[in-house]
């Protein structure tokens, strides 16, 4: 495997395959399934995004491939507590640990506090990884069209749903678009080119016609002001998943908090 010819994201999924074997064989899933999470019930990640105002999913990231350390001080449930108390309607939270410096402890904190449905945002590319989601107390899962076939995106897709997740389904571009599962009722729109990890605005607007209309829309990254979102929203997003803009911060609990009552004051 010649890693120097390889981008980010083939990059990611190949080293997720090597560590997803390595799971498996640490914690088999009849220990997963073991957990205190798989029995219980999950706040509603579809519920908690429809409103009659743009809802916000703030994000934990403590750093990326293409920006380095963004913030590597914060303390997960500080954080998660601080977004509950802005006004957020659910959390993501990054659990690739060479990536992106997350882990699923950063999850399964959270997921004790009870506060937001959760996202597990990780490059799932395995059934066991959904199984994972469950245990460490998410109530929702990404899926990546970009690295699954429409096989893939179904199987997993299906057993999400028989687990009692919900499945937050990423496009790029229109073929992506082909891959997603008829019954996932949630599509993101990631502005990031998960190949160069640069930054185009325009896809959510270029891709937001040709998503089914009974799914609920969500656009994701380069979300810097209150201006954004609403110009995003009056185009037909329902929900935005911003968390550089909030990470960036030495306290981002009060940057989602000053985000929000802007947010809300424009509303008005």
Known sequence: ????????????????????????????????????????????????????????????????????????????????????????????????????????????????????????????????????????????????????????SKKLSSLAKNIGLEVLFEIHDESDLEKMDTEVRIAGVNNRDLKSFDINMDNSLRLLNMIPHECLKVAESGFRTVKDVIEMYSHGYDAFLIGERFMRSENPSESAAEFMKDLKSHML
């Open 1 to 152: 495997m010649n890693w120097d010819k390889m981008n980010i994201l083939d990059r990611i999924v190949a080293a997720k395959r090597t560590e997803n074997e390595v799971r498996k064989n640490n914690c088999p899933v009849h220990e997963l399934e073991r957990s205190a999470h798989f029995d219980k019930p999950v706040l509603s990640f579809f519920d908690s995004l429809i409103k009659k105002e743009p809802s916000v999913i703030a994000e934990f990231k403590r750093k990326s491939p293409s920006k380095g350390i963004i913030n590597n001080k914060a303390e997960v449930e500080q954080v998660a507590s601080g977004y509950y108390s802005a006004g957020v309607s659910a959390m993501s939270v990054l659990t690739d640990s060479g990536f992106f410096g997350g882990s699923e402890d950063d999850l399964g904190k959270v997921a004790k506090l009870s506060l937001l449905p959760l996202l597990r945002k990780e490059f799932i590319i395995d059934e066991y990884q959904v199984i994972e989601s469950k245990a460490i107390g998410a109530s929702a899962i990404l899926l990546i069209g970009a690295i699954l076939s429409k096989s893939e």
